[in-house]
């Protein structure tokens, strides 16, 4: 997520892009990617847990494997069909998905069999009948509905509009949805400790185009709609999905590493395709040398119509960037770039480790914009000390921050000054050691505060324990060490 100051309290968005050498304007989607034999391993295990902020949002009797999704969006109404592969994580005779109300749900089956099911507020329960732990079954739920964003949780006002399915006043669809909002699109256990992989085939009305995450897989068109077919190979947690239709263009390139990249831009945004290549490449390179190896297929950016603030978004593979946020003068794309790695290929185990990722990322950035001799976010780490004292006091230590004020300052500012700490305190070649060993030896998983902690002192042969306690828990600024 990216973040911006505002008066009192500190607002954050959700961005960033990816680019290398442009290649000839295509329109639609890009050419399919062939599937590898590492494409939807057999078991994609994760162990979700129950959020201490957002219990409502998780959904600790499943996890989930993979979500198959046929999605129909007529400009007004979806309909879809989700099919959600779990493993029971203990024995049980009902499972619970999340999914707006909005959303009429016509039809469940499990493995094949029609069972009964009730629809209250925002819980699809399910009663399976007695499943035994570590079972793998498979749902289908048919629905339809016209989405709508939910309240967002947070006194920030880049996310004034909602999360969630957004559709803007020239007809197009967009999503945002940290901490949640998948759920107002399709049936999910909306939590980040539950990772999947997808398929997903979004039919829209021919002249717009339908953009996901992960690598595309197929077009098709009749004579009045047309589909596209996308695969998210490696596991991704539910707010790191994201949606996109209009008319929109792919534009082509590769990264240095030869990683394919494209953006996908409105007609109206087509003037600031050489800026956006020139920035992502050049965030792309700098993050190879400081977090390492980029650690999905594809890496791609959609430029989205947002009016009621900067929102950029790190989704998992294809960085959601509003225009506004683009426009802005610090590194917003290298920040969501950056979450590729510290958010996206390592995730926090739940929501009141938004530090984990939020922190790393902010380091990457200022770090970033230090060594270009650029603009400073907030004018730099040497300044930040009187903005992270104002949100602490507003929103509570970045350790335990206050669930009503998501994405405050408060957990981007301390736990990157944090992490600075830790490395004046190694030296900056084993604090690139560190970044680059944190990402590889966690990808694709989860991660808690406890592991972070062992980890670290692992990796150094010291006793990080108090230092840490201190940035993340302390109700103040700390002034050492």
Same mark, same amino acid.
């Given at each position: 997520?990216?973040?911006?100051?505002?008066?009192?309290?500190?607002?954050?968005?959700?961005?960033?892009?990816?680019?290398?050498?442009?290649?000839?304007?295509? *329109?639609?989607?890009?050419? &399919?990617?062939?599937?590898?034999?590492?494409?939807? *391993?057999?078991?994609?295990?994760?162990?979700?847990?129950?959020? *201490?902020?957002? &219990?409502?949002?998780?959904?600790?009797?499943?996890?989930?494997? @993979?979500?198959?999704?046929?999605?129909?969006?007529?400009?007004?109404? !979806?309909?879809?069909?989700?099919?959600? /592969?779990?493993? =029971?994580? #203990?024995?049980?005779?009902?499972?619970?998905?999340?999914?707006?109300?909005?959303?009429?749900?016509?039809?469940?089956?499990?493995?094949?069999?029609?069972?009964?099911?009730? @629809?209250?507020?925002? +819980?699809?329960?399910?009663? /399976? %009948?007695?499943?035994?732990?570590?079972?793998?079954?498979?749902?289908?739920? %048919?629905?339809?509905?016209?989405?709508?964003?939910?309240?967002?949780? =947070?006194? #920030?006002?880049?996310?004034?509009?909602?999360?969630?399915? =957004?559709?803007?006043?020239?007809?197009?669809?967009?999503?945002?949805?940290?901490?949640?909002?998948?759920?107002?699109?399709?049936?999910?256990?909306? @939590?980040?400790?539950?990772?999947?992989?997808?398929?997903?085939?979004?039919?829209?009305?021919?002249?717009? /185009?339908?953009?996901?995450?992960?690598?595309?897989?197929?077009?098709?068109?009749?004579?009045?709609?047309?589909?596209?077919?996308?695969?998210?190979?490696? &596991?991704?947690?539910?707010?790191?999905?994201?949606?996109?239709?209009?008319?929109?263009?792919?534009?082509?390139?590769?990264?240095?590493?030869?990683?394919?990249?494209?953006?996908?831009?409105?007609?109206?945004?087509?003037?600031?395709? &050489?800026?956006?290549?020139?920035?992502?490449?050049?965030?792309?390179?700098?993050?190879?040398?400081?977090?390492?190896?980029?650690?999905?297929?594809?890496?791609?950016?959609?430029?989205?119509?947002?009016? +009621? $603030?900067?929102?950029?978004?790190?989704?998992?593979?294809?960085?959601?960037?509003?225009?506004?946020?683009?426009?802005?003068?610090?590194?917003?794309?290298?920040?969501?770039?950056?979450?590729?790695?510290?958010?996206?290929?390592? =995730?926090?185990?739940?929501?009141?480790?938004?530090?984990?990722?939020?922190?790393?990322?902010?380091?990457?950035?200022?770090?970033?914009?230090?060594?270009?001799?650029?603009?400073?976010?907030?004018? $730099?780490?040497?300044?930040?000390?009187?903005?992270?004292?104002?949100?602490?006091?507003?929103?509570?230590?970045?350790?335990?921050?206050?669930?009503?004020?998501?994405?405050?300052?408060?957990?981007?500012?301390? *736990?990157?000054?944090?992490?600075? #700490?830790?490395?004046?305190?190694?030296?900056?070649?084993?604090?690139?050691?560190?970044?680059?060993?944190?990402?590889?030896?966690?990808?694709?998983?989860?991660?808690?505060?406890?592991?972070?902690?062992?980890?670290?002192?692992?990796?150094?042969?010291?006793?990080?324990?108090?230092?840490?306690? !201190?940035?993340?828990?302390?109700?103040?600024?700390?002034?050492?060490?």
């Amino acid at each position: 997520m990216r973040l911006v100051p505002s008066a009192g309290t500190a607002v954050a968005a959700l961005l960033f892009s990816t680019v290398g050498a442009c290649g000839p304007r295509v *329109p639609g989607v890009p050419a &399919p990617v062939a599937p590898t034999a590492t494409d939807h *391993p057999a078991h994609q295990h994760s162990a979700p847990v129950e959020d *201490p902020y957002y &219990p409502a949002k998780s959904n600790p009797e499943i996890n989930t494997l @993979h979500d198959d999704l046929s999605l129909r969006w007529d400009g007004a109404k !979806l309909s879809g069909t989700a099919t959600v /592969t779990f493993a =029971t994580t #203990r024995a049980t005779s009902r499972v619970r998905l999340d999914l707006i109300k909005a959303m009429h749900v016509s039809t469940v089956t499990l493995d094949g069999t029609a069972i009964d099911f009730a @629809h209250r507020g925002s +819980g699809l329960v399910m009663s /399976t %009948g007695p499943l035994l732990e570590a079972e793998r079954h498979t749902v289908r739920i %048919g629905y339809s509905g016209r989405p709508h964003t939910v309240p967002a949780p =947070t006194r #920030r006002g880049d996310v004034a509009e909602g999360l969630g399915w =957004t559709v803007d006043a020239a007809g197009n669809v967009y999503t945002f949805q940290e901490p949640y909002g998948a759920y107002t699109w399709y049936p999910v256990n909306d @939590h980040p400790s539950d990772k999947a992989t997808y398929d997903a085939t979004i039919t829209v009305p021919r002249g717009d /185009t339908a953009v996901f995450i992960g690598t595309p897989t197929g077009s098709t068109s009749t004579g009045t709609t047309s589909s596209y077919s996308w695969r998210v190979a490696r &596991p991704v947690a539910s707010y790191l999905t994201t949606i996109a239709i209009g008319p929109y263009t792919a534009y082509h390139g590769t990264m240095s590493d030869g990683t394919m990249a494209t953006y996908w831009l409105l007609p109206r945004d087509r003037e600031i395709l &050489p800026s956006l290549k020139a920035q992502s490449s050049a965030a792309f390179d700098w993050l190879l040398d400081h977090a390492g190896p980029y650690p999905f297929r594809t890496f791609g950016t959609v430029v989205t119509v947002v009016t +009621g $603030g900067t929102s950029a978004m790190e989704t998992q593979t294809l960085v959601t960037l509003s225009r506004p946020a683009f426009d802005r003068p610090d590194a917003v794309i290298e920040h969501e770039m950056a979450h590729q790695w510290y958010g996206d290929a390592v =995730t926090p185990l739940d929501w009141q480790g938004l530090w984990l990722s939020e922190g790393w990322a902010m380091w990457m950035q200022q770090a970033y914009e230090s060594d270009r001799g650029g603009y400073r976010f907030l004018g $730099g780490m040497d300044k930040w000390r009187p903005y992270d004292e104002r949100s602490r006091q507003v929103s509570g230590p970045p350790g335990d921050y206050d669930p009503r004020s998501f994405g405050d300052l408060n957990v981007y500012l301390g *736990p990157a000054m944090m992490l600075d #700490r830790i490395r004046q305190r190694v030296g900056d070649a084993e604090f690139t050691a560190l970044s680059k060993a944190w990402v590889r030896q966690h990808e694709y998983g989860n991660v808690s505060r406890a592991e972070f902690v062992t980890w670290l002192n692992g990796e150094t042969g010291r006793r990080f324990n108090a230092l840490v306690r !201190l940035w993340l828990d302390s109700p103040h600024t700390p002034s050492w060490p």
